[in-house]
């Protein structure tokens, strides 16, 4: 069975600080993977993929690991705005049923 | 947002009944999903589509079936509603398998 692990958390941060999730993922053949933010009742959003080399967005960093099959993420200068649940999501490697989402990691960002 | 449309948004209705969720993209997306979202589960696959009339289970599949006989629609059917499938229903629409899906903002159930 193909799996993605996420700490549910929640992990409650200040204002301004910084703050990183890590996820493990099974699948060895997976070829793509992201992260992607729910607010409370509504809908999974894109957040930014995941590149091997690394990326950033503005204050979102993600970095892939694929010998150790670990993703993480992290956001600097937290924002009040951040409070969600973020979720990582790995390729299912070929097939057609498309990806596999974690339980994800709910951040609460405190004032 | 995407072009995505689901109908109804939200829906009570009793054990027994048949239930039918619509999924609309406007993108001409070829994959369309179908997940359901409870509290400990996260998201979980019912059905997917890779196709017209080309459909397949996901996860969680029993109790439910799919059709697609249109690019733009995907239909989830409930041919006998229970209380375990009041849940979140998410539909989801990408371009490939192995790229982002895009979500509607999805359709809350319950089954009395």
């Known amino acids: 069975r193909k799996e993605v692990e996420q700490d549910p958390g929640p992990f409650n941060v200040p204002e301004g600080a910084t703050v990183a999730f890590n996820c493990t993922y099974s699948n060895s053949a997976s070829q793509s993977f992201f992260w992607y933010r729910q607010d409370c009742r509504k809908e999974p959003k894109l957040l930014m993929s995941?590149?091997?080399s690394g990326n950033e967005d503005g204050r979102f960093t993600a970095q892939l690991n694929r010998a150790s099959q670990y993703i993480s993420l992290l956001i600097r200068d937290s924002k009040l705005s951040d409070s969600a649940t973020y979720l990582c999501?790995?390729?299912?490697?070929?097939?057609?049923?498309?990806?596999?989402f974690g339980k994800g990691t709910h951040l609460i960002i405190q004032p | 947002d995407a072009g995505i449309t689901q109908s109804p948004r939200h829906k009570v209705t009793e054990t027994g009944t048949p239930v039918t969720l619509r999924c609309h993209q406007t993108?001409?997306?070829?994959?369309m999903y179908w997940y359901r979202q409870d509290p400990g589960h996260g998201l979980r696959l019912i059905h997917y589509?890779?196709?017209?009339?080309?459909?397949d289970k996901g996860e969680v599949s029993d109790g439910y079936s799919v059709s697609r006989s249109k690019t733009e629609d995907f239909l989830l059917t409930l041919e006998s509603a229970t209380s375990s499938q009041t849940s979140v229903y998410f539909c989801a629409i990408s371009t490939g398998s192995n790229q982002p899906q895009h979500f509607g903002d999805g359709t809350r159930l319950s089954i009395l």
């Open positions: 999501v790995v390729s299912s490697g070929g097939g057609a049923d498309g990806l596999t």
């Open positions: 993108e001409n997306h070829r994959y």
């Open positions: 589509s890779y196709g017209v009339k080309d459909t």
């Open positions: 995941v590149y091997s």
